[in-house]
């Protein structure tokens, strides 16, 4: 059952960062609303930034979840 829950999870977070980072998501996050869906030190980024932010981030939960694949004793949860 965790390996599934493991799966869904990295699914839903791959579709935020898709939005994000392909489909305007970051204008529409870009401002105040970025302090609360992206991390805190984003409220004064342009949407570029955030693009850039998002993508790195993407990329290591990437290598996290293969890593929790390979291994589940890696997991935090």
């Known amino acids: 059952m965790a390996f599934w829950l493991w799966c869904l999870l990295?699914?839903?977070?791959?579709?935020?960062?898709?939005?994000?980072?392909?489909?305007?998501?970051?204008?529409?996050?870009?401002?105040?609303?970025?302090?609360?869906?992206?991390?805190?030190?984003?409220?004064?980024w342009n949407a570029e930034q955030i693009r850039m932010y998002v993508l790195i981030i993407w990329l290591a939960s990437l290598i996290y979840f293969i890593l929790g694949v390979i291994k589940p004793e890696l997991r935090l949860f």
Request: contains cysteine.
């Open 10 to 44: 990295f699914t839903i977070h791959s579709f935020y960062c898709w939005w994000i980072i392909g489909y305007g998501g970051a204008k529409w996050v870009g401002g105040w609303k970025s302090f609360f869906l992206v991390d805190w030190i984003a409220l004064d």
